[in-house]
């Protein structure tokens, strides 16, 4: 299955955009959507809006844009979404491909985005296939959301940076540095296990304060979408309490969340007590000499 991505700039196009983004999150409420006319003035002054294509129909989008803040120039990528029925299919995959081609084109060589921390699935995507690194964690970032994805779960989010120049990434995306299983973390490298997950929910075995190792792991559930429709918001609100409170503590302390490693039952976020410049550099712990 062939993913055509390419830049989008006629007004009938980015009106689908509109309903691949709806259909991508569940949305309802076409107010938690961009709307067009949006996406138009972006196209126009200094954004990207990327339509991922199959058989001619757009199944995936995104869209953002370059900021210059306090000196520093980056292009903040706002929403990468696939429709229903793609998922999983590497729509999204070829969308941010194609969108730090076009960014290094730019000369800009850092991409930003937020997402949340406790989808697992984002998280296993972000970090260990696109080599995206987060030090920042912010509660309820845009406070309480009505889609199907968010519904019930509030919103926090961490800050993606996507160093699309670095060793980090090139590696990654080249599939020459692989980070190891939880158990062989913790058997090999001394990571100590920071949340776990015990029967869906989460129990914390060493607060951030408690944690002495170079590398610290938090589990995820599976699917936090499945725990809050299955056993009620209550559980989902559990595991957000306690994956915010560690991870937050740990950001505070200097770590830095740099990829995921599978378990028996549960993926886990990977932090490491190195500086940026280190983990940019691809010198990780488990990284081969």
Known sequence: MEVEVRRLTKPEELVEVVEVHASAWGSRD???????HVLRALVDNGGLVLGAFINGKMVGASYGWVVCEGGERYFYSHATGVAEGYKYRGVGYALKLKQREEVLRMGIKLIKWTFD???????????RKLGVVY??????YYGEMTDAINRGLGSDRVKAEWWIASRLVEAKLSGSLTV????????SYGAEVAVLNEGGLPR????SSEVGSEIALIALPR????????FGVEAAARWREATRRVLRGLLRRGYIAVDYAEGKGSGYVVLVKRSLGE?????LPWARR
């Open 30 to 36: 076409y107010r938690e959507v961009a709307p067009a």
């Open 117 to 127: 921390p406790l989808q697992s699935l984002n998280s296993r995507f972000n970090l």
């Open 135 to 140: 030090r920042e964690y912010y509660v309820n």
């Open 180 to 187: 190891p299983g939880a158990g062989e973390l913790v058997e």
């Open 204 to 207: 914390v075995v060493r607060d």
């Open 223 to 230: 699917s936090i979408s499945e725990v809050r429709d299955r």
């Open 279 to 283: 983990v940019l550099e691809g010198k």
